[in-house]
């Protein structure tokens, strides 16, 4: 019996040390990040469209630079969301992130911009997150 406990009692000092560590683990700094595609906000759409699990090993994940013209702007109290253009109902949204300053965060319909940002796959919308605006 004091075998059993002591085993769940190391189990649950793993678990809570991974725990730990997951929740402190620092967020990736986009400015820095290298990139690892670059690609148009409609064919990004378009390849996602195509096929869904081809794409999600290709880019989820990975950080993506993605260019486009400014569909919408969205904003609440947590985030900042820019809808690029895609010649589609949906498109490709990036969400700027929460731990980066950003020198601005409002953008006109229409303008041209380059976001980059990590890849979480499709929602209807193409979804990045953790976005800044790259020059």
């Known amino acids: ?25 620092p967020h990736q700094n986009m400015n820095t990040a290298k990139t690892d595609v670059r690609i148009d906000a409609a064919a990004l759409f ?4 195509a096929d ?3 794409c999600n090993e290709k880019y989820l994940d990975k950080v993506i630079a993605v260019n486009g013209k400014v569909k919408e702007v ?6 900042t969301k820019i809808s690029l253009e895609t010649g589609d109902a949906f498109g490709v949204r990036c969400e700027l992130s929460k731990t980066t300053t ?23 919308d193409v979804l990045l997150s953790n976005c800044v605006e790259v020059k």
């Open 102 to 124: 950003h020198p601005r965060t409002e953008f006109n319909p229409g303008e041209q911009v380059t976001f980059k940002g990590t890849c979480s796959g499709l929602n209807f």
């Open 1 to 25: 019996m004091k075998k059993v406990l002591l085993a769940l009692l190391a189990v649950g000092l793993i678990g809570a040390g991974v725990g730990y560590y997951m929740w402190n683990k």
């Open 52 to 54: 869904e699990t081809a």
């Open 46 to 49: 378009q390849e996602y469209n």
């Open 74 to 79: 969205t904003t609440d109290e947590e985030s």
